[in-house]
């Protein structure tokens, strides 16, 4: 089975400075068949359900914010926050989403 | 809008069944591919297993042998069966739509969720 691993495990950042969030896999999720990356990534706010932020790796879902982006293939990965807002203090999560679901162990982002 | 909504005993005995339903308002369960997904206290998420009308299931290896998903066409719902439950078997439950007509999908819209406690 995949393995998903996200560094660090906690982050705290400023108001208005830039976010990283990486995920490591165990194995590659892109698939050559159709060249895309099988990797999405949730944020997660206290009592909330996870929300999708981004899919294959790099796709915004509707209504996210553009200060969200993803990059990466095959197995390294980064969730970056170009300028961080008050609201996006949450935690995220990487998912592989090619035969299994496997989430990586979530990653807290805090204000500094 | 699309809206799924959990429910079911937030108490089960141990060594019992858990068995939790996901209402599905604003489409058709008959459309999509549904998953389980469970959150313990603190701690990560978890892909239970997933199901299609068509009957196609798939269920976490680690957790295969005591899972049921099913659907009732006539409610619009999904539903989850976790039998032998245990401590470690104490989370909040989800149900998710996979965002395409595909199994092969990120889940793009989440029940609010439901605490299940196991007691002894």
């Known amino acids: 089975d995949i393995v998903m691993t996200q560094s660090p495990d906690s982050l705290a950042v400023s108001l208005g400075e830039r976010a990283t969030i990486n995920c490591k896999s165990s194995?590659?999720?892109?698939?050559?068949?159709?060249?895309?990356?099988?990797l999405a990534w949730y944020q997660q706010k206290p009592g909330q359900p996870p929300k999708l932020l981004i899919y294959w790796a790099s796709t915004r879902a509707s209504g996210v914010p553009d200060r969200f982006s993803g990059s990466g293939s095959g197995t390294d990965f980064t969730l970056s926050i170009s300028s961080l807002q008050a609201e996006d203090v949450a935690v995220y999560y990487c998912?592989?989403?090619?035969?299994?679901?496997?989430f990586g162990q979530g990653t807290k982002l805090e204000l500094k | 809008q699309v809206q799924l909504q959990e429910s079911g005993p937030g108490l089960v005995k141990a060594s019992g069944t858990l068995s939790l339903s996901c209402t599905v308002s604003?489409?058709?369960?008959?459309?999509?591919?549904w998953s389980w997904i469970r959150q313990p206290p603190g701690k990560g998420l978890e892909w239970i297993g997933y199901m299609h009308y068509s009957g196609n299931t798939k269920y976490n290896p680690s957790l295969k042998s005591r899972i049921t998903i099913s659907e009732d066409k006539s409610k619009n719902q999904l539903s989850l069966n976790l039998s032998s439950v245990t401590a470690a078997d104490t989370a909040v439950y989800y149900c998710?739509?996979?965002?395409?007509?595909?199994?092969?999908?990120?889940?793009?819209?989440w029940g609010q969720g439901t605490m299940v406690a196991v007691s002894s």
């Open positions: 998912q592989h989403y090619h035969g299994t679901y496997t």
């Open positions: 998710a739509r996979h965002q395409w007509l595909g199994e092969l999908s990120a889940f793009d819209i």
């Open positions: 604003g489409a058709s369960i008959s459309t999509y591919y």
């Open positions: 194995q590659s999720v892109l698939w050559s068949s159709n060249n895309k990356n099988y």
